[in-house]
Nanobody, 128 residues
Framework: QVRLDESGGGLVQAGDSLRLSCAAS????????LGWYRQAPGKEREFVAA?????????YGDSAMKARFTISRGVAKNTVYLQLNSLKPEDTAVYYC????????????????????WGQGTLVTVSS
């Protein structure tokens, strides 16, 4: 059973940066595509970014996210990072790590229904 543990959230000011981490355990990391979603208060869960098992392919929710956020995997491939730059108050949300088998593919992590495992979430609060 794969488990995802996020960390790195917190309270920051607009313009600051944060790096979120998600450690995958209980499975073979290279067999997992990993990604991030976020959910702001009163809103639906939203796709942020995903990365393939080997780290060679990345996907972002939209061009604005791609411009300010960067997804990457650690050397051991069992950790995925989300670098958040130039944070804005509207980035305030609970950020969730997500995983799906590489047979499904990182691109399909854009579909919430293709997520196989969720982390518990880490809260990012951006003050103005």
């Amino acid at each position: 059973q794969v488990r995802l543990d996020e960390s790195g959230g917190g309270l920051v000011q607009a313009g600051d940066s944060l790096r979120l981490s998600c450690a995958a355990s209980g499975g073979t990391a290279r067999d997992l595509a990993l990604g991030w979603y976020r959910q702001a208060p009163g809103k639906e869960r939203e796709f942020v970014a995903a990365i393939s098992g080997g780290g060679g392919s990345t996907y972002y929710g939209d061009s604005a996210m791609k411009a300010r956020f960067t997804i990457s995997r650690g050397v051991a491939k069992n950790t995925v990072y989300l670098q958040l730059n130039s944070l804005k108050p509207e980035d305030t949300a609970v950020y969730y790590c997500a995983a799906t088998p590489t047979s499904i593919g990182a691109a399909n992590l854009r579909n919430l229904n293709k997520v196989d495992v969720w982390g518990q979430g880490t809260l990012v609060t951006v003050s103005s």
